[in-house]
């Protein structure tokens, strides 16, 4: 096992290489530069060439990923020092918030998306999976269908839709919780898992049920197929023939195969919400990380993209990392050699 994931960790060098390649040559293919538009006025050619020249926009384009990758000082043989580069860890400033480096856009908004994204990723496991396996257990009973009823109308209304409507039910007219913002103010435990102060927990409850009840009713439709499927297999029914109680059956046999296929879609789906969710952070007004993964492009701010894409690269990496060690976990008959 040690050996597939350092392997698996090498891997991702490549991979993540290519995606800075792709993204790089893609931003810069987009018609329009960052610095044509300040706000809703056009700004002098001779500004936008004095800024184009600042950031190195006006070197070859070769020559700018050389920078991106390893330094201005390293691309330049030493006759302009700068950026560190990324295998500095320093992914450059941002062309649209002046005076703010990528590093700290992404350090001031990805601790308000991981927690949410935690928070939003726990009501929708531990419910979703939980009311699948009754359902699948609890087939053509009155159970199964309620609980295939909740799931598909959580899957049918979208965040745009629950969001707004949360908060004119629960925050401007039963006065339950605030209509936005974040309780950021509240302490955090090792920088992004939120210790339990009522300021926090008030701000967090609407966003998060708006962001993980349909993330909870695609688990739950998940869920109640896959053990459904596993329930019929012959390795069930021959353990039911020697006796095992249900509760062992189920439990030991049954729900750990029927897992796989939920976990495969925890991977990427955990990773989404860990970087950032735009519709409802924007929704309740989050300071998060997820409104730069779409302005940004629209700004046609280079390093912000290429920052976030990577981020979100890193996320994948991790995820799938996670969820292929769970599936040895899961079925010991997974053998990485």
Known sequence: MTKYIIRR?????????????????????IPGGPFDFAGDKSLPPTIVKNLEAKYHLDWPV????????????????????????LIQGDLGPSY????RTVNEIIASGLPISAQ????AMAIAVIPGILLGVIAALRQNTSVDYFATFVAILGASISPVVLGPALIFIFALELNWFPVARWGASAPFFLGFIPVPTAKFWLHAV?????????LAARITRLTRASLLQVV???YIRTARAKGLRERAVIMRHALKNSLIPVVTVLGPMFAAVLTGTFVVEQLFAIPGLGRHFITSVGNRDYPV????????????????????ITYAWLDPRIRYE
Do not use: M
């Not at 649209?96 to 005076?99: A, D, P, S, V």
């Not at 894409?309 to 996670?322: E, K, M, Q, S």
């Open 206 to 214: 609407l966003p998060t049920v708006a962001l993980g009840s349909s």
């Open 96 to 99: 649209r918030y002046r005076g």
């Open 305 to 324: 993209v290429l920052g976030t894409t990577l981020l979100y690269g890193v996320a994948i990496v991790i995820a799938n990392l996670v969820v292929d």
């Open 9 to 29: 960790i090498f891997w991702a060098i490549p991979v993540l290489f290519l995606v800075a390649l792709v993204v790089f040559v893609l931003v810069r293919a």
């Open 232 to 234: 019929r297999e012959d």
């Open 116 to 119: 949410l994204g935690f928070l």
């Open 62 to 85: 070769w020559q700018q990923f050389c920078a991106y990758l390893l330094g201005d000082k390293i691309c330049t043989l030493g006759k302009v020092s700068g950026s560190g580069g």
